[in-house]
């Protein structure tokens, strides 16, 4: 009967092997797609912006995002919660819903203006947010302020409500699923499209998260698949940044 050490031993060789080679199968994924864009450009620069199979590559893929708790944080003003470090950029925003007016802190997670400014050049980006338009673009305003960087807005109106929860169907904002990514911190948002989806942390108030720098490379890599799902589907489900 081989002893426990062995049997742990095996285990951990196994688990290094598996991620080696999913590590590999992203390399060779990547280079392919890379090799293909070669191959598929043209030299001049505006050669390559009137060649379809080109433009497929380049900004043709669609990333939306959730908006609270991935990029920002609000807090009702009011509230005891009052813990953020004074160093993250905040901004007060006026709701008025039936009359009332409610007055809400909204905090950027660190890195998202320029996480939103890297990837505008890379993708079509969309917010999908269950929040109510009338709070929520405000806040999308704040964090585009030049109108340059957001492409379009969905509100909980275009979520499917579902035991409970806010649904999003990413069809709305691009109908071929190859060429579209979700980024949200809550799993039954993506419910309706696990295959496309980036799970994030929650963001709250550490001054030190660093997810939004860390989803770069992999965005990067992503944009020059001809199926994002091919990539997105090497992943541990439940991996997170």
Known sequence: MPSLSNNTSNSRQAFLFQQLYEIFQFIYKYVQSMLFIKQQTPVAKAATMHNPIALQYYKGKTLVLD????????????????NISPSIKKTTIEVTSDKQSILYEVYKRPHVDFFLS??????????FTASMS???????????QDQT?????????????????FLKDITIAESDLSKVCLIDNSPAAYELC????????????????????DLLPLLDALRFTADVRSILSLRDSDHVC
Not at 118 to 127: D, E, L, M, N
Not at 134 to 144: F, G, H, K, T
Not at 194 to 213: E, F, G, M, R
């Open 67 to 82: 908006l609270d708790e991935t990029l920002v944080h609000s807090v009702r003003l009011g509230t005891t919660e009052n």
């Open 149 to 165: 960087v957001i492409s379009q807005r969905y509100f909980r109106q275009s979520c499917l409500l579902r035991n409970g929860n």
């Open 194 to 213: 696990q295959d496309n989806a980036i799970p994030l942390p929650t963001w709250i108030s550490n001054p030190k998260d660093d997810c939004l720098l």
């Open 118 to 127: 890297t990837i505008s050049k890379w993708y079509r980006v969309v917010i």
């Open 134 to 144: 009338e709070y929520a673009d405000p806040v999308i305003d704040w964090l585009d």
